[in-house]
Every structure is written in C-alpha cells, then in structure tokens.
C-alpha cells in the first residue's frame, strides 16, 4: 500500500498529494509518469510525475477533479494509501541524456497550461539542479485557477498569462510566446505541456517560429500499457503510443486533429469498437516488453 503523506488544494478541484513510494522517488525522471488505482476495483489512472525526493522517499502527483476515478482520488486523506502506484513509466525527457556542456548552453522555454504545470515543474526543477534557469510561459484561463506560481518562480524565468487578462500577460500561452518573441527572445527548443488544443495551437506557432518543439501526449492515455488503443497517435508518418514510445515526441510531427478525434471517438463503446476494426493489428501497442 502506498501512503498518501500530504494533501493540498492547489485551486478547486486540482489537488496534489504527496504519497509514500521509495521506489519510485529513487529511480524517477523527469518526464515519466506513474499508473495509480486507489483499490482493487478502481480504474488505472495514468499521471505524469510532478515531483520526487529520493531522501524522503515521497512522490508527488497533482490532478484534476474530471469524472468519477478521480473524485475518488481526491476524497482519499493523508494516512489513507493507493492500492497501486506504479512506476516510473514511459521514457524520460530526452534533455536528461544531452551532455551537461550542451544543456547548459541551450536556451529553453517551457509552456505550461493547466494541470500541465505539473510535469513542467518536474523538468524545470532538474534542470535548475544541473544549473539550467529555462523561460517558462505559464497559462490559465484566469487567475483563480492558476496553480504552483511560487514553485514555479524558484526553478525558472516565469512568465505568466490568463485568458481574460485578470493577472499577467493578457492572452494565451502563444500571446505570450508570440510577444517574448518580439521583444527579441530565442530558443533553442520549446518544451510544451497541457491541454491537446494548447499544445497544437503552441505548435503551429513554434513551427511559424522554426522553433523545435516537445510536446507530452500523456492527456490521451488510458491504461499506461498500450494494450487499450486509446493514446495511438501518428508522428510523421509512424504509428506511436503515447505510454509506450513516449510520453513525450516531436510536436511539429504529431497528428494532432487525428488524436483528438480518437480521444472523441474513444469515449463511447461503440467508437471504441469503430476504432479497432478500423486500425487492425495497429490499434494497440502491447504490453512495450514482448517486441
């Protein structure tokens, strides 16, 4: 069982917890996710890391209230446990295998939307540790529902922006780029995280920019196996599951249209039966071990 050590209200219905797993806090990085259930009957529910301490031994994981798998989840208190919490999964941001002299020469911007904050934080504090301060674009649709501003303040050059203009920069996350970009900033790459219109719309600008672009597709993941089909993307012209090759890929070459419309059709039982016949042998990406 895995402890839950701390619990906190980020905004409504966004909750982070801490929760006991020294596994996971030792072997974890940054862009991985993690499977939880909160018992035996529950649904698999895959989350990105936001945050580990290997001393502590303590993983902490940031959500939002959507349906019912998840309003179970947030009504757990501290001292109640998960029954699974499993990971470290997927494969970590490739900037943590770049040559430290290269990192450190790279000139980063982050885009965060949302509960995407979560595992932006989780790269901008490793890179801070590695003596990288990246730029950070930090969006919401207004200020109440802006979550981590202190967190995300100590470990990068933050900028935030609402929707509605009530804190920050007045406009979205691609306002925000579109002005730095103006005022003279260049990068190297962008790294962006958050909901699916977030992501393509920041890519269509980046690619206007010719700015190289990550994004994490880890919003269309279901089960975290590949055997469901649900997080089956085309990049470029190759078939790819988000929880097995990914979760992280290239933005510029991610079908983005084609996902969302998955994510539509996936809903339903009937759309889920549409998209197995329809896709054969590729609809799903097995278990990542068996080749």
Known sequence: ??????????APNIVLMDVDAP???????????????????????????CDYD??????????????????????????????????????PSDLCELPLE????????????????????????????????????QGARTKDILIMEKEMSEVSNLYICTDDGSYGINGNVCVALQKLYDEGKRYDRVIAIGPMIMMKFACQLTKK????????MNPIMVDGTGMCG??????????????????????????????????????????????????GDSHHGGCGHCG
């Open 209 to 216: 920019l010719e700015i190289p672009t990550i994004v994490s």
């Open 102 to 137: 290269e990192l450190r020469a790279m000139k980063l911007c982050f885009i965060a939307g949302g509960v995407g904050t979560a595992p932006v934080y989780a790269q901008l504090k490793w890179l801070k540790s590695q003596g990288v301060t990246a730029d950070c674009i």
């Open 23 to 49: 596994r996971i806090a030792k072997n974890a990085l940054p862009g991985q996710f993690l499977i939880v259930r909160v018992d035996e009957e529950g649904e698999r529910v895959p989350l990105t890391i």
């Open 230 to 279: 649900a997080c089956r993307l085309v990049v470029g012209d190759e078939v790819k599951f988000a929880c097995v090759d990914g979760p992280e890929f290239d933005g510029h070459l991610v079908d983005f249209e084609q996902a969302m419309q998955r994510m539509t059709l996936y809903k339903t039982e009937e759309g889920r039966l549409y998209l197995e016949a329809k896709e």
């Open 54 to 91: 290997a001393e502590a031994g303590t993983v902490q994981i940031v959500f939002q209230v959507v349906g019912a798998e998840s309003y179970r989840m947030a009504a757990l208190e501290v001292g109640d446990s998960f029954a699974d919490f499993v990971g470290p999964l997927g494969r």
């Open 1 to 10: 069982m895995f402890r839950i050590e701390k619990k906190e209200y980020l």
